[in-house]
Protein backbone atom coordinates (compact mmCIF):
# COMPACT_ATOMS: atom_id res chain seq x y z
CA UNK A 1 0.00 0.00 0.00
CA UNK A 2 1.55 3.00 -1.00
CA UNK A 3 1.13 6.16 1.31
CA UNK A 4 0.69 9.64 -0.09
CA UNK A 5 1.26 12.67 1.96
CA UNK A 6 0.08 15.97 1.04
CA UNK A 7 1.32 19.15 2.33
CA UNK A 8 1.14 22.80 1.99
CA UNK A 9 -2.38 24.33 2.70
CA UNK A 10 -3.30 27.04 4.61
CA UNK A 11 -4.72 30.26 4.04
CA UNK A 12 -4.27 32.92 1.82
CA UNK A 13 -5.19 36.18 0.31
CA UNK A 14 -6.86 36.41 -3.04
CA UNK A 15 -3.87 36.71 -5.67
CA UNK A 16 -1.75 34.85 -3.44
CA UNK A 17 0.54 31.74 -3.96
CA UNK A 18 0.90 28.90 -2.66
CA UNK A 19 2.43 25.38 -3.51
CA UNK A 20 1.63 21.71 -2.21
CA UNK A 21 3.50 18.95 -2.14
CA UNK A 22 2.51 15.32 -2.54
CA UNK A 23 5.06 12.92 -1.28
CA UNK A 24 4.73 9.13 -1.81
CA UNK A 25 6.59 6.16 0.19
CA UNK A 26 7.31 4.53 -2.51
CA UNK A 27 9.13 5.31 -6.03
CA UNK A 28 5.54 5.56 -8.17
CA UNK A 29 4.96 8.99 -9.70
CA UNK A 30 7.14 8.35 -12.55
CA UNK A 31 4.96 5.41 -14.22
CA UNK A 32 1.57 6.70 -12.73
CA UNK A 33 -1.02 8.91 -13.64
CA UNK A 34 -1.03 11.54 -10.95
CA UNK A 35 -3.21 14.39 -10.23
CA UNK A 36 -4.59 16.83 -8.12
CA UNK A 37 -7.84 16.92 -7.01
CA UNK A 38 -10.64 19.35 -5.33
CA UNK A 39 -13.64 19.36 -3.00
CA UNK A 40 -15.83 22.10 -2.09
CA UNK A 41 -18.24 21.00 0.56
CA UNK A 42 -21.48 19.66 -1.14
CA UNK A 43 -19.88 19.56 -4.41
CA UNK A 44 -18.23 16.61 -6.17
CA UNK A 45 -14.49 16.20 -6.15
CA UNK A 46 -13.04 17.71 -9.23
CA UNK A 47 -9.74 16.93 -11.57
CA UNK A 48 -7.48 20.65 -11.29
CA UNK A 49 -4.11 19.51 -12.42
CA UNK A 50 -2.73 15.86 -13.93
CA UNK A 51 0.98 14.55 -14.73
CA UNK A 52 1.46 11.87 -16.50
CA UNK A 53 4.26 9.14 -16.69
CA UNK A 54 5.85 10.58 -19.51
CA UNK A 55 5.22 13.96 -18.40
CA UNK A 56 2.29 15.49 -20.37
CA UNK A 57 -0.15 17.53 -18.40
CA UNK A 58 -3.71 18.90 -18.41
CA UNK A 59 -5.48 21.50 -16.24
CA UNK A 60 -9.06 22.28 -15.46
CA UNK A 61 -10.47 25.51 -17.39
CA UNK A 62 -10.98 27.29 -14.50
CA UNK A 63 -7.06 27.08 -13.42
CA UNK A 64 -5.23 27.44 -16.59
CA UNK A 65 -2.32 29.77 -16.69
CA UNK A 66 -2.63 29.98 -12.94
CA UNK A 67 -1.50 26.35 -11.51
CA UNK A 68 1.18 24.52 -12.19
CA UNK A 69 1.94 20.31 -12.08
CA UNK A 70 5.06 18.98 -11.78
CA UNK A 71 7.11 16.16 -10.51
CA UNK A 72 10.17 15.37 -8.82
CA UNK A 73 11.16 11.57 -9.12
CA UNK A 74 13.74 11.88 -7.23
CA UNK A 75 11.76 12.84 -4.11
CA UNK A 76 8.76 10.85 -4.83
CA UNK A 77 7.30 14.16 -4.72
CA UNK A 78 4.46 16.20 -7.28
CA UNK A 79 3.71 19.48 -6.84
CA UNK A 80 0.59 21.88 -7.53
CA UNK A 81 2.12 25.49 -7.81
CA UNK A 82 -1.11 27.69 -7.08
CA UNK A 83 -0.93 31.61 -8.41
CA UNK A 84 -3.27 34.16 -8.59
CA UNK A 85 -5.53 32.25 -5.89
CA UNK A 86 -9.55 33.23 -6.06
CA UNK A 87 -11.75 32.62 -3.19
CA UNK A 88 -13.26 30.00 -5.62
CA UNK A 89 -10.27 27.92 -5.24
CA UNK A 90 -10.95 27.15 -1.85
CA UNK A 91 -11.15 23.66 -1.27
CA UNK A 92 -9.40 20.44 -0.14
CA UNK A 93 -7.03 19.32 -2.16
CA UNK A 94 -6.36 15.39 -2.85
CA UNK A 95 -3.34 13.92 -4.51
CA UNK A 96 -4.64 10.72 -6.65
CA UNK A 97 -1.77 8.36 -7.96
CA UNK A 98 -3.23 5.77 -10.63
CA UNK A 99 -1.64 2.93 -12.32
CA UNK A 100 -3.58 -0.28 -14.34
CA UNK A 101 -4.34 -2.28 -10.75
CA UNK A 102 -3.86 0.34 -8.21
CA UNK A 103 -5.75 3.75 -7.05
CA UNK A 104 -4.39 5.87 -4.01
CA UNK A 105 -5.80 9.10 -2.65
CA UNK A 106 -3.83 10.82 0.22
CA UNK A 107 -5.75 12.52 3.28
CA UNK A 108 -5.89 15.94 1.78
CA UNK A 109 -5.15 19.25 2.59
CA UNK A 110 -6.85 22.69 3.42
CA UNK A 111 -7.02 25.68 1.53
CA UNK A 112 -8.68 28.43 2.11
CA UNK A 113 -8.45 31.86 -0.10
CA UNK A 114 -10.07 34.53 2.17
CA UNK A 115 -9.35 38.11 2.90
Known amino acids: QVQLVESGGGLVQPGGSLRLSCAAS????????VGWYRQCPGKQRELVAAIRSGGSTNYADSVKGRFSISRDNAKNTVYLQMNSLKPEDTAVYYC?????????WGQGTQVTVSS
Open 26 to 33: ESIFSISL
Open 96 to 104: NVMGTIYNY
